[in-house]
């Protein structure tokens, strides 16, 4: 009997690696002359990312920053679900900033239809949050990787559990 190897397609992101980012966020706009006295904060939720600022103008720089050491950090910008900019008290801007984590029933069934109809020796399946790629090749796994790898989803995927 030949064995059979897998790996699952998830969408994640470092978690320690976002707080750092928004560390640096903060320190950037600490130190920057034009952002230096809005007094913007940012905090980072268990889920979402809130910034409070003085202006839009301000609330597009902070957003300009944190995307640029999200991205030094390997850090996708798809996990970043940006939401409407909102007035707040005392003449203020808020943002909350969702974080997507996890892989939506509706892509993890375009990602199954895909392997299917591309690679017929190659079976995938949903679990919860996640898509498990089965084959007998490793060669035909890596040949799936690649299209994956390819193709523009709306989430950032990773490529665990490879064996």
């Given at each position: 009997?030949?064995?059979?190897?897998?790996?699952?397609?998830?969408?994640?992101?470092?978690?320690?690696?976002?707080?750092?980012?928004?560390?640096?966020?903060?320190?950037?706009?600490?130190s920057r002359?034009?952002?230096?006295?809005?007094?913007?904060?940012?905090?980072?939720?268990?889920?979402?990312?809130?910034?409070?600022?003085?202006?839009?103008?301000?609330?597009e720089s902070?957003?300009?920053?944190?995307?640029?050491?999200?991205?030094?950090?390997?850090?996708?910008?798809?996990?970043?679900?940006?939401?409407?900019?909102?007035?707040?008290?005392?003449?203020?801007?808020?943002?909350?900033?969702?974080?997507?984590?996890?892989?939506?029933?509706?892509?993890?069934?375009?990602?199954?239809?895909?392997?299917?109809?591309?690679?017929?020796?190659?079976?995938?399946?949903?679990?919860?949050?996640?898509?498990?790629?089965?084959?007998?090749?490793?060669?035909?796994?890596?040949?799936?990787?690649?299209?994956?790898?390819?193709?523009?989803?709306?989430?950032?995927?990773?490529?665990?559990?490879?064996?």
């Amino acid at each position: 009997m030949a064995a059979t190897y897998s790996f699952d397609i998830v969408s994640d992101f470092d978690r320690q690696e976002l707080v750092n980012a928004v560390d640096q966020t903060e320190r950037e706009i600490k130190s920057r002359y034009d952002l230096k006295d809005t007094q913007t904060t940012v905090e980072v939720g268990e889920d979402s990312i809130t910034i409070n600022t003085d202006s839009e103008f301000t609330l597009e720089s902070v957003n300009d920053i944190l995307r640029t050491k999200a991205a030094k950090r390997n850090l996708s910008q798809k996990i970043f679900d940006y939401g409407k900019a909102e007035s707040a008290s005392g003449n203020r801007v808020r943002q909350e900033i969702k974080l997507r984590k996890g892989i939506g029933q509706e892509i993890a069934k375009q990602i199954t239809k895909l392997i299917r109809d591309d690679f017929k020796k190659a079976q995938a399946s949903i679990q919860g949050d996640a898509v498990r790629v089965s084959a007998k090749s490793k060669d035909d796994l890596q040949a799936v990787i690649q299209l994956l790898k390819q193709s523009d989803y709306p989430v950032a995927l990773q490529f665990t559990n490879y064996r």
